[in-house]
């Protein structure tokens, strides 16, 4: 049975909804108030954290302009005279530092950026700072804020944070030894790097582990031109608040599918709101390589520097997010050492960061030892203890430490590259690209075909690995870590693609240092992306690891956009159907091809959606192309006579 109330019937009730009201309580009898009912929640809890191996610190350290930056310091029990290991990052302080809620050390600090047995075995004070803008840290956020100057009219930067920063520690920190290391991975690794712009002078060491070097070259956001649109997700949820607050929504569940339904960059930002982002404007502003990007690469910035502080530059030889950066700071600061005892570089078989986690494997490659191990505890401990520790013994750390894939060895090397520790020696030797698809070092033969052709469809772009493509990440079950070390096979049956592929191998043949691809090609259109992969191809069976049997694995691969074939600054467009040399230059391997593999260049012109389409037809800023200016091309590449194409390898000779 249903209550009709009637609205006659609600103007009789009138009046008794009024007496009702009141007997309503007032606010002197609401139940919060009552003497004998007190809250149950301290004024100011205090943990009991007697029996912790650590005391920590939470606290605001004030800069020279009066901004404050939450730092956490975590100083080991009885600890005198200890050195800081300081890391400044934009990723939280206090998530950083509390990965367990628990006495111990390790498992507080067994995480993102703690190089966690170097940390507790050696006994050092940890120091995670926010830098200014993000999470607990005062002032405003520009991500990898530039240097004071033209990009940053305000006085502070990071090089004064991180100044002021130590300057306050070895004044304020009782248990410490007054020596200060910075080190840091990714953004980390950049803010390490900024450290030694004028450093403090009670640094005395630092180790950028995959730092953001050039964020144009090859880098975070862009490679030679072509837009990593797979890096918008970060920076909507890095810059869009201050705690990354707002996530990045999807209405696909394969990347592929949410990138192409937008057609360009700038329109899939503009569905986002991303408009609201200042970083993002920039992006827009500036896609090629003018003094915006220039004036704030890092190894631009540190070549003009003097060198004061050991240096150990860390990098991944699959680094799928900053290859570019450790080996070009390497080549820039290493001439100046004329000392040889300020600039060292590590080449570890990892992924972006992997270097203080598990190395033993790497998708389906493995290593037979856990290199991240090793690297912690053989060469960074060392290191670290050498110039931080008072009294330390001499580390013994080579100039260059140098993983060796294919052979799966560490080897100690006296610079980079330079193949074997003495009497090797580095010949660029070229690799060429022949008729039938063929791959050899003699030179084509006269009237052989002029060249080979495929169709590039910006409608069917070639996917950067198998799909549904997954968005990046290394949380929830992604495998975006490993995705430069796939199985190339998808790739190569795809008739957008060339496969040139060389006979079985009969001797080992090592490459040390960075491929440079000598590509003569021509396409219909007025612009074109080419995509060149140098790949080992394992024997067709391998034993003890059947999945490894006919397995192709990219050892140097990039992306390189055509427009900028004469002028890194300035876009032009590309003369239809005529053939043009690309000279492009891959990221560094130190890779032996073994005898029964082969060795495989593929090209093609697309990696998507890692990178944006290149809509074929020239227009002055691809990320407003419109729909109409995506169009089919023919692709050629020339391999007969003067118009060769070919890959300059860094083969090791030795005597």
């Known amino acids: 049975m249903k209550l009709i109330i009637r609205p006659c019937a609600l103007i009789l009730l009138a009046p008794l909804f009024g007496a009702l009201s009141l007997v309503q309580p007032s606010a002197a009898q609401a139940p919060t108030d009552y003497p004998d009912f007190p809250s149950e929640t301290p004024a100011n809890f205090q943990p009991v954290t007697d029996s912790f191996e650590y005391i920590k610190r939470d606290l605001m350290i004030p800069m020279r302009d009066g901004v404050k930056l939450h730092t956490v310091i975590i100083v080991p029990k009885g600890a005198k005279s200890a050195p800081i290991l300081l890391t400044r990052t934009p990723y939280n302080a206090t998530a950083l530092t509390s990965h367990a809620e628990s006495p111990h050390l390790g498992p507080m600090l067994n995480g993102y950026d703690n190089a966690t047995e170097v940390i507790v075995d050696g006994g050092y004070i ?9 999470y607990g840290s005062e002032g405003d956020y520009v991500m990898t804020r530039p240097l004071h100057g033209p990009l940053n009219p305000t006085p502070v930067d990071h090089a004064t944070d991180t100044y002021d920063t130590i300057d306050w520690l070895v004044n304020n920190v009782p248990e410490s030894n007054g020596k200060v290391g910075i080190l840091g991975i990714s953004y980390d690794g950049f803010t390490t790097l900024m450290a030694l712009v004028n ?16 964020g144009w070259m090859g880098d975070d956001w862009f490679h030679n031109g072509a837009f990593r649109q797979q890096n918008m997700p970060y920076i909507y949820e890095q810059v869009g608040t201050r705690a990354n607050k707002a996530k990045w929504w999807s209405n696909h569940f394969d990347d592929y599918d949410v990138y192409m339904e937008a057609g360009s960059a700038g329109e899939l930002g503009h569905r986002r709101g991303m408009e609201q982002i ?3 404007r920039k992006l ?19 070549a003009a520097q003097p060198l004061k502080v050991p240096t150990m530059l860390v990098d991944s030889l699959w680094d799928q997010e900053d290859i570019y950066g450790a ?33 033993s494997t790497l998708g389906a490659l493995q290593f037979n030892s856990d290199t991240g191990l090793y690297f912690r505890t053989q060469i960074l401990r060392p290191f670290l203890d050498h110039y931080l520790k008072d009294g330390a013994p001499a580390d013994n750390v080579a100039p260059v430490i140098a993983f060796e894939t294919g052979t799966n060895a560490w080897r100690r090397l006296p610079a980079w590259p330079a193949g074997c520790a003495s009497g090797c020696t580095i010949k660029s030797t070229p690799l060429y690209l022949e008729a039938a698809l063929k791959l050899g070092f003699a030179a084509p033969k006269a009237g052989d075909a002029a060249f080979d052709e495929y169709v590039s469809d910006p409608a069917k772009p070639v996917p950067f690995r198998r799909r549904p493509s997954q968005p990046e990440g290394y949380d929830n079950g992604l495998t975006w870590p490993q995705w430069l070390v796939d199985d190339q096979r998808e790739a190569s049956g795809r008739p957008d693609v060339l496969a040139f592929v060389s006979d079985v191998l009969t001797t080992p043949i090592k490459m040390s240092g960075q491929p440079v691809a000598n590509l003569v090609a021509s396409t219909s259109g007025t612009d074109s992306d080419w995509v060149i992969k140098v790949i080992d191809v394992y024997p067709d069976e391998v034993a003890g690891q059947p999945g490894m049997g006919g397995y192709q694995l990219m050892i140097s691969a990039d992306i390189f956009r055509g427009r900028y074939r004469e002028s890194v600054e300035t876009a032009k467009p590309i003369a239809p159907d005529k053939p043009l040399p690309y000279r492009i230059t891959l990221p560094t391997a130190n890779h ?62 030795t005597p």
Do not use: C
């Open 126 to 134: 940890r120091v995670v700072q926010d830098v200014r803008g993000k």
């Open 199 to 214: 450093p403090h002078p009670a640094l005395k060491v630092a180790v950028p582990m995959n730092p953001m070097v050039d």
């Open 278 to 280: 200042g970083f993002w």
């Open 284 to 302: 827009m502003e500036h896609p090629s390589y003018d003094s915006f990007w220039q004036d704030q690469a890092m190894d631009r910035i540190l």
């Open 327 to 359: 080996p070009a700071l390497y080549k820039a600061l290493k001439a100046k050492d004329t000392a040889n005892d300020k600039v060292f570089l590590v080449l570890g078989p990892w992924h972006h960061g992997q270097e203080i986690g598990d190395g």
């Open 592 to 653: 032996v091809f073994l005898p029964g593999h082969k060795i495989m260049v593929q090209i093609q012109s697309s990696w998507f959606p890692l990178y944006d389409r290149n809509p074929q037809t020239f227009v002055p800023n691809i990320f407003w192309a419109k729909p109409g200016d995506y169009r089919k091309a023919v692709q050629r590449v020339y391999h007969a006579g003067a118009q060769a194409s070919f890959i300059e390898l860094p083969l090791v000779v």
